[in-house]
């Protein structure tokens, strides 16, 4: 598994045209951008993604696009679903677009308790073989928690090399490195934690932020690296305007693509389009940080 320290993961949105089919060519658009930004790797088909909307055969199908359109930094293709079933399927899809790196969210809707997430994941270790596998934690949307020893007992299984922790406290990561391997990766959710996050013990953060407005997490990295306090400080504001201005809403990332001229459309689920005094702070923001 490839990694550097710091590493910035884009969580790519995907572009729907006007009557809700999938558009490969406006989501070719959106990998391209990520493509030459300067990150270090890509989550693809994610919650920013709006992976719950999209049918299996449409999931294989964005796998295989980004795996094309970023062959120079890592692709994670999350294949994540509410039953093995479908993992399976997706898992396949993955492997045969050349993927070599997934993340699989833990089972949702239904309660699980933690002998059948344990169960669901070693059924997905047992397929992945040849893949790097990241658990993708996310309680709050999937309602099913994973506390210190459960993680440590997943991160035991063959091929398990990381987790993707979204919706929890700074003390979370730092409780996770203290039980977890040495060189196990672990990655936030959440972007305006970029920086105190690395301090935790996180080894960086999965991004959708970055799939819009990437400069400002670019330069803090680059700050990070050189140990550069003072410009760590300083970038911290241009972090948490991106992030302000995004506030996690992929009908706000698409927005920033189509205000930089790129043919991308719209979402897919029933998410509110930005309004005007956005898509004014949007385009401000643009020539700074897209």
Do not use: C, W
Request: glycine share 8%; proline share 7%.
């Amino acid at each position: 598994m490839p990694t550097t320290s710091h590493d910035i993961i884009t969580a790519v949105p995907v572009s729907f045209a006007a009557d809700g089919s999938l558009d490969l060519a406006g989501t070719r658009e959106i990998l391209a951008y990520v493509a030459g930004s300067g990150v270090q790797g890509a989550l693809v088909l994610g919650t920013t993604a709006e992976f719950p909307a999209l049918s299996i055969p449409e999931r294989n199908a964005v796998a295989k696009l980004a795996v094309e359109e970023l062959p120079g930094i890592r692709v994670i293709v999350h294949v994540g679903a509410a039953s093995r079933f479908e993992v399976s399927q997706l898992i396949a899809g993955a492997r045969e677009a050349g993927a070599r790196e997934i993340a699989v969210l833990t089972p949702f809707y239904l309660p699980a308790p933690p002998e059948e997430v344990f169960a669901f994941f070693r059924d997905v270790s047992a397929q992945a073989a040849g893949l790097d596998v990241f658990v993708y934690l996310f309680e709050a949307r999937t309602g099913v928690a994973v506390d210190d020893e459960l993680l440590a007992r997943l991160a035991g299984l063959p091929h398990v090399v990381g987790v993707k922790v979204s919706g929890e406290p700074l003390e979370r990561i730092a409780a996770f490195r203290a039980r977890l391997p040495e060189g196990f990766r672990i990655y936030t959710g959440s972007d305006g934690d970029y920086a105190s996050a690395v301090a935790a013990g996180a080894d960086g953060i999965v991004s959708g932020v970055a799939s819009a407005f990437a400069r400002p997490f670019v330069a803090m990295r680059e700050a990070l690296e050189r140990a550069d306090t003072a410009a760590v400080a300083r970038l911290q504001d241009d972090v948490d305007e991106a992030v302000d201005a995004i506030r996690g809403e992929p009908t706000r990332m698409l927005a920033v693509h189509r205000l930089a001229g790129r043919p991308v459309g719209r979402s897919r689920m029933p998410i509110p389009e930005p309004d005007e005094d956005a898509l004014r702070r949007l385009a401000r923001d643009l020539p700074r940080y897209h």
